[in-house]
């Protein structure tokens, strides 16, 4: 999981009108819709049967608020989502519509519950002895708390004794501070497992690369387009990313093997370790007196994407179907139901083990069938063009493409073992695209036959081509509208024939943007409940990557941060325009900078001003005062606005 509300402090996202004359499939696209229904498994109805199962109820607001009265999500966005499949829609992608738009609490097994639709994940609530065990308490606060409130509304009002993180994304530890207080956590009423490395990677994954990572996760999950059968259909695993506050208390015990075992408030848990699966930290767990199995996130009602288009590191397809495997040999004769953080609970042991099998199959023969095609000579965009899961794995529905898809898998798991460069040396050091652009436009006679081109392309059912010819005007020249116009068209009717709703998303958000180019109006800004829980050094890192070389050129800066709450001492020095950080020594500086870390955090990543620290004497600075306004103006703002990525 992963994403501007992700990733980021999550606000109101200002949703874009579907303009008229983007309602209409075109012929070329309403048959090859048509087409593609031929080829699905309709008489398999197991999904919908599955996805209604142990209904109880939900909340009678569909609406649900933060503190300011601000909706953080709408049960009822995709209420449309009923009947026979648009035009304008992939029919397999409706048909997966229908079921992921179902919301509320639901009974799983005898102690064993699940809340689902309130957020793009799943929480689950394991009943204790005494009280609650919440596993993946959803992205943001306020879903989080609506979420225990509907459970509390029919199991009575039982305290949460502990909350389990199955892996590093912020889906599925956002919303903690919605069900526990840090208070409780810190003495001790509350326990937070997690597997190891998780405090590591859930900042890595979600802070790092965090600008890049939420402008490309607004492409991924829609969350600026209009809900509709013109617009977003929901996030392939879920409906949308809830919107709110994104909070994190860290784990209070990790777990460090498979077969490690630990008893929750009466409940007895075996746990599995599957790191550089679907996150970088992740854990299943059996519960044996339940006959209960948690697959996280590595079995889902779709197959998943071994690399994101938001952006991540590579996964490993093939230790992902290594560890559903060895979910099997360790669980699978004692399974008598399976949950997972997103989607809908299997029952009875041989239905559990067809489904794990061809799952990890499908996980198998994508990594196999990738690196043979590879070791044949053929690039990624080759292998993705040839590539296709053999009639007895792609007939599952839970194989289809609705989140991640053969095609980008196969280039991910061309890239994890070869990386970008194809070794075709026309590519080693190839233009940019605007530069290659102005080149192809020119050999192609002028902006206007590369446009007419295109528009015969567009005329013929060939979005692909449409989209490529016109994109090269565009990035020639970004104020031709005719081109511009043309792009959002083809983005759109792709869009309305994919099966995978982050391509969809992905092709009407471009379509958007090909209309519109987005302006400052939507900065991204810091979770800083995120940031305040990572360690100091970390932090650091954050700065590291923010040196803007143009302000720190000529700059030698060494200055001494202490923050005396946590009995941290710290030199920083900016030379080269190089930020690097080491415990605070013998060596010289040019200040030492006092101050509680948590005004170190607002400064620098929240924007207080440092004058108004000292001021106001929460800050106290030792010798050249200069030096930390020209250390902090040297870095680029914590807040970035939009940038543009199907225009120049």
């Not at 142990?54 to 909340?59: D, M, Q, S, Y």
């Not at 919301?103 to 394991?126: C, E, N, Y």
């Not at 360690?535 to 800066?557: H, N, Y």
Request: charged content about 20%; proline content about 6%.
């Amino acid at each position: 999981m992963r994403n501007q509300s992700v990733l980021l402090a999550c606000g109101a996202i200002l949703l874009v009108p579907i303009p008229a004359e983007a309602q209409q499939a075109t012929p070329a696209t309403i048959k090859a819709n048509a087409d593609f229904s031929k080829t699905l498994p309709w008489s398999d109805e197991s999904e919908t049967a599955l996805a209604e199962r142990g209904f109880v109820a939900t909340r009678a607001d569909p609406l649900i608020k933060d503190a300011s009265g601000k909706v953080v999500m709408d049960l009822s966005a995709y209420d449309f989502a009923t009947g026979k499949a648009p035009d304008t829609v992939n029919p397999s992608l409706w048909r997966h519509a229908t079921l992921l738009h179902k919301h509320g609490l639901f009974k799983v097994a005898p102690k064993l519950w699940q809340v689902r639709g309130f957020d793009i994940s799943t929480m689950s609530v394991i009943e204790g002895a005494t009280g609650l065990i919440i596993v993946d308490p959803l992205t943001t606060r306020e879903v989080a708390a609506a979420a225990l409130a509907l459970v509390r509304e029919h199991l009575g009002n039982r305290p949460v004794v502990a909350v389990i993180y199955t892996h590093s994304h912020a889906d599925h530890f956002g919303g903690v501070k919605g069900v526990v207080s840090a208070a409780d956590v810190a003495s001790g009423k509350v326990q937070i497992i997690a597997p190891a490395g998780f405090m590591d990677h859930a900042i890595s994954e979600n802070l790092t690369a965090g600008p890049a990572m939420s402008r490309r996760a607004a492409y991924q999950f829609g969350t600026t387009l209009a809900r509709g059968p013109s617009g977003q259909m929901g996030a392939g695993i879920g409906t949308a990313v809830a919107q709110g506050n994104l909070t994190l208390i860290a784990p209070t015990n990790s777990i460090v093997r498979t077969g490690e075992t630990m008893t929750i408030d009466g409940v007895r848990f075996e746990f599995q370790l599957t790191p550089s699966t679907e996150a970088p930290a992740e854990m299943n767990f059996f519960l044996p007196d339940l006959g209960a199995l948690c697959l996280a996130e590595n079995a889902n009602v779709t197959m998943h994407n071994i690399l994101p288009p938001r952006g991540a590191l590579v996964r490993d397809s093939k230790a992902w179907s290594d560890y559903l495997s060895e979910s099997l040999r360790l669980f699978g004769k004692r399974t008598d139901v399976m949950f997972v953080s997103h989607g809908w609970p299997r029952w009875g042991r041989a239905e559990i083990a067809t489904y794990v099998g061809l799952h990890r199959d499908a996980y198998q023969y994508l990594h196999d069938q990738s690196v043979r095609l590879m070791n044949m000579g053929l690039n990624g965009a080759e292998i993705a063009e040839t590539i296709a899961l053999p009639e007895v794995l792609s007939r599952q529905w839970y194989n289809h493409g609705y989140y991640g898809t053969m095609r980008h898998n196969a280039k991910a798991v061309y890239q994890r073992y070869l990386g970008w460069y194809d070794a075709n040396p026309v590519n080693l050091n190839g233009w940019p695209p605007e530069q290659a652009a102005v080149r192809y436009v020119k050999a192609l006679g002028g902006p206007v036959r590369t446009l007419k081109l295109a528009q015969i392309a567009y005329a013929e059912g060939d979005y692909r081509w449409s989209a490529e010819l016109a994109s090269r005007i565009v990035f020639a020249n970004k104020d031709d509208k005719p081109a511009r116009e043309l792009l959002a068209k083809s983005f759109e009717q792709m869009g309305y024939q994919a099966e995978s709703m982050l391509w969809r998303n992905m092709y009407l958000t471009g379509a958007a943007e090909a209309r519109v180019t987005p302006t400052g109006a939507a900065s991204t800004t810091v979770a800083l409940d995120l940031i305040g829980a990572t360690e100091t050094t970390q932090l650091f890192d954050l700065l590291s990557i923010r040196v803007d070389p143009a302000k720190a050129v000529g700059k030698d800066i060494a200055v001494g941060f202490i923050f005396p709450e946590r009995k941290e001492r710290w030199r920083v020095t900016l030379h080269h325009s190089v930020l690097i950080h080491e415990p605070l020594g013998d060596d010289p500086v040019q200040a030492t900078v006092t101050m509680p870390r948590y005004a170190f955090l607002g400064m620098v990543f929240n924007g207080t001003p440092p004058a108004t620290l000292l001021v106001s004497g929460v800050m106290k600075i030792e010798g050249d005062v200069t030096k930390l306004q020209a250390l902090t103006s040297s870095l680029m703002p914590a807040a970035l606005t939009p940038f543009p990525i199907v225009t120049p």
